[in-house]
């Protein structure tokens, strides 16, 4: 079993493999577990299938698992075309007939027919799934995000019926040609029979194999977006026991949670946005937006934010708040306050802060001591500070944050990983993997950026560019399993250097200059760099 990573949204697991053969052998074995369970619990048990091109390692694998019982099972398909002739090789029957049905003895095959009234087989099927309650089903997802047939325009997850009349989308049947099932998008049917959602979601176990970077997209929105119609497969995240088995390919997408902070493309919020779903990211990080300092957004400012990341699906995942980056006999109460109440309303889990700008007078005795008066406030309001370090102040590496943070043990106060930062930092700490093994032990959330070091300076460039090994540090987090968001902070800018006085208090409309051309590229690398990540996988 070559498992690249695991991951849980909600209550769907999800499992990605190194390639689609090892996709299906570790899905059929995952189904012949669930299968002896159920023969176990019950006489007989039914059991629903998806047919598709992306199903055959699994069906492949689990005809030949050794201990099935078969002839104690009923089989169902889940959809069907209207209008195809009885012997057509896309017909969903007779490609599983070949795949499956033909291959093991089960107790009984329930095919759904296109030929004769589509109405007549829907109260058919509908009829023998009310006598045979799926037990076990076994489904794939499209390129639009459906289930069976039941494609965005078409998807009800209250819908009263069980198998219905469906209008096919085209998207759904270019697939069909994608797939080389049929010639040209003319020949694909525009209805078919199929079972509705909650006819494949009152199923107690579903396992969802789906494989190849056509599905890229599909994949990313059922496991990392919003819950809705519009990816009618993001309800298995509401499902209880529902495995969903990808390769890399499929997963390229959620195989990092992706962030930007929003001052690094521009000030304007609404813009920052399209460019963060532009590059499949989950979230974004607040700075400053609109000129505006983030502990001093408006109420107005903090609703039009809500509904501007509602719209388009994505979360804030952090407040990168400049607290504690102030003189050490500051007093940041205020800011703390203002800071949290932005936080909770935002629905950010993460503050950020700093350890004071150089100083004789900083200890880690004293940070240690202020950093606990927070921990009450952070506690109450369900909110965690990260600490991030930073050449300017006193805390500087990967090194002296694990210092402290092992000092201060507190759950409510960790650590921002930033190999970029590494590059700035007087110490000469090597970011990966030094910096990163000291440090790995605090990390909830990470920034990337990258710098090289000229003529005694050190400069900011494009994002994969300058003297981080960002792909032994990306494949790190794959092998630890990382499942904190990724956040791009470009500090770079394509055709100007950023002044020390704008990379020591970054934020407002002169930083975001050029910044939606900069971050596009960075965004750009990013996907490059996991792209080869992926094929060296493989």
């Not at 048990?45 to 009923?74: D, K, T, V």
């Not at 629905?347 to 200890?363: E, P, T």
């Not at 909830?444 to 981080?468: N, P």
Request: proline letters at 3%.
């Amino acid at each position: 079993m070559s498992l690249i990573k695991k991951i849980n949204s909600d209550n769907l697991n999800v499992g990605v493999y190194s390639s689609r053969k090892e996709m299906g052998s570790e899905a059929a074995r995952h189904c012949a577990k669930i299968i002896k369970k159920l023969l176990n619990e019950k006489e007989n048990i039914n059991m629903l299938f998806a047919a598709a091109p992306s199903q055959n390692e699994f069906l492949s694998s689990l005809i030949n698992e050794s201990g099935i019982q078969w002839e104690r099972i009923r089989a169902f398909h889940m959809d069907e075309y209207i209008g195809l002739c009885a012997d057509a090789p896309q017909s969903f029957g007779n490609f599983l007939n070949n795949a499956v049905f033909s291959k093991v003895c089960f107790k009984e095959i329930f095919y759904i027919k296109s030929k004769g009234s589509a109405e007549e087989q829907c109260k058919r099927y509908e009829s023998l799934i009310k006598q045979y309650p799926i037990d076990l089903a076994c489904i794939g997802i499209g390129e639009n995000g459906h289930i069976a047939f039941n494609d965005p325009h078409e998807a009800d997850f209250n819908d009263r019926k069980t198998v219905k009349i469906v209008n096919l989308d085209d998207i759904c049947r270019n697939q069909q040609v994608n797939d080389g099932c049929f010639k040209n998008l003319d020949s694909v049917p525009k209805q078919a029979i199929t079972l509705t959602i909650p006819a494949i979601t009152n199923a107690p176990y579903i396992i969802c194999t789906v494989p190849a970077a056509s599905k890229a997209n599909a994949v990313f929105n059922t496991v990392r977006g919003k819950i809705g119609e519009n990816c009618p497969a993001s309800i298995l995240r509401a499902h209880k026991n529902t495995e969903m088995f990808c390769d890399i390919y499929s997963a390229k997408h959620i195989l990092f949670r992706k962030s930007v902070i929003t001052d690094e493309i521009s000030q304007d919020f609404e813009t920052a946005v399209k460019l963060a779903k532009k590059y499949n990211l989950e979230g974004v990080e607040i700075r400053s937006v609109w000129d505006t300092a983030p502990e001093a957004l408006s109420e107005e400012q903090i609703s039009r934010i809500n509904n501007i990341l509602e719209q388009n699906g994505l979360k804030a995942v952090g407040l990168s708040s400049s607290i504690f980056k102030c003189n050490v006999k500051e007093d940041e109460t205020i800011k703390i306050e203002k800071s949290i109440n932005v936080a909770k309303k935002l629905g950010c889990k993460y503050i950020r802060c700093f350890s004071f700008w150089k100083d004789n007078n900083y200890s880690d005795d004293m940070f240690t001591e202020i950093l606990k008066g927070c921990e009450d406030k952070l506690r109450d309001n369900g909110l965690i500070m990260l600490l991030e370090f930073d050449p300017a102040v006193n805390i500087t590496n990967g090194r002296s944050s694990a210092r402290l943070l092992k000092r201060l043990n507190s759950p409510f106060i960790q650590a921002i990983w930033d190999p970029g930062n590494d590059i700035y930092e007087p110490f000469k700490e090597i970011p990966y993997p030094d910096g990163y093994n000291l440090i790995k032990p605090f990390i909830r959330h990470i920034h990337i950026k990258d710098a090289v070091k000229k003529e005694g300076k050190t400069v900011g460039v494009a994002f994969g560019k300058g003297e981080v090994d960002y792909k032994g540090q990306l494949k790190a987090l794959l092998n630890d399993n990382y499942d904190g968001f990724v956040s791009m902070e470009t500090h770079y800018k394509k055709e100007i250097a950023i002044s020390e006085k704008m990379l020591k208090n970054p934020g407002g409309k002169e930083f975001s200059y050029l910044g939606y051309e900069s971050t596009e590229e960075c965004l750009q690398n990013l996907d490059g760099l996991i792209d080869l990540i992926m094929e060296e996988t493989v």
